[in-house]
């Protein structure tokens, strides 16, 4: 049996307790299924830090092919060494890892994702209707643009969301800490830390902080039309019994408010 570590890798625990890559591709795939009766099989992964996603896609299907973006060379490097090089030679070929901004226009694609909320990097609102035109700009004709979004009663109040994480076949139990810093509601602007940490054993504060725009439903759909979409859809967690989200997607136009919900927002070519 494998030794649990308690590994100060960012990047790892990123990956233990927040990314679930493998179920993306399959929920991505679902989605674009729904509304184009097809499988999709090109995808750029925009602000993609160490594309995990992408390498999972490339994987998914000897078929498929996959171009991430990104300006961090640090995350990059990182997907490089832990990542890409454990792929076999075709799936290597076949995903494109570039160090550039992800508001530009690329090589079109099937797909399009921007997860992790990563595109609320973005505050201004003439920004993200240019990053979307570029993204339409770089869609196949049945294409689709999937951004994740989360909000919520609670998601506007300075708080700290905590999950214990035993999920790693080689990673320690440790707690991943969400914080949610200040929330200003005049621009919508909020700080946002993750914290990882070990019960008796190394402590990460402030491994990855973010300052967001926090965009609403409407506007992220209104921002697609202006910027050329067809049509936005809006994909709402199930939750289970004790109301907590499932991971399982479905479209809808009207839900009751919660204290905290995950949607996903897509907008067709």
Wanted: aromatic share 12%.
């Amino acid at each position: 049996m494998t030794e649990k570590l308690m590994i100060e890798d960012k990047h790892a625990l990123y990956l233990a307790s927040v990314q679930d890559p493998l179920s993306d591709v399959q929920r991505m795939n679902d989605i674009f299924m729904e509304v184009y009766d097809k499988a999709a099989m090109s995808l750029r992964e925009d602000f993609s830090g160490t594309f995990a996603l992408s390498c999972c896609f490339v994987q998914s299907a000897r078929e498929r092919s996959a171009l991430a973006l990104d300006i961090d060379e640090e995350a990059l490097s990182y997907g490089k060494k832990n990542y890409l090089a454990h792929l076999t030679k075709g799936e290597q070929e076949r995903l494109t890892v570039l160090r550039q901004n992800s508001i530009s226009t690329t090589v079109k694609v099937d797909l399009i994702a921007a997860f992790n909320f990563s595109y609320c990097l973005i505050h201004k609102r003439s920004e993200l209707v240019e990053y979307f035109r570029h993204c339409h700009a770089s869609l196949n004709d049945k294409g689709l643009l999937i951004l994740d979004i989360f909000g919520g009663s609670d998601s506007e109040i300075p708080e700290v969301q905590e999950r214990h994480i035993d999920n790693s076949d080689y990673i320690a139990p440790f707690l991943f800490e969400f914080v949610r810093e200040d929330f200003n509601p005049v621009n919508r602007l909020a700080n946002y830390t993750i914290n990882f940490k070990y019960d008796e054993g190394p402590q990460l504060l402030k491994a990855f902080h973010y300052h967001f725009r926090h965009w609403s439903i409407p506007e992220l759909r209104d921002c697609l039309e202006e910027a050329g979409f067809s049509k936005s859809l809006v994909y709402w967690e199930h939750c289970d019994a004790e109301g907590y989200g499932n991971g399982q997607y479905y479209s809808t136009e009207e839900e009751e408010n919660s204290l905290n919900w995950n949607s996903y927002i897509v907008g067709l070519k």
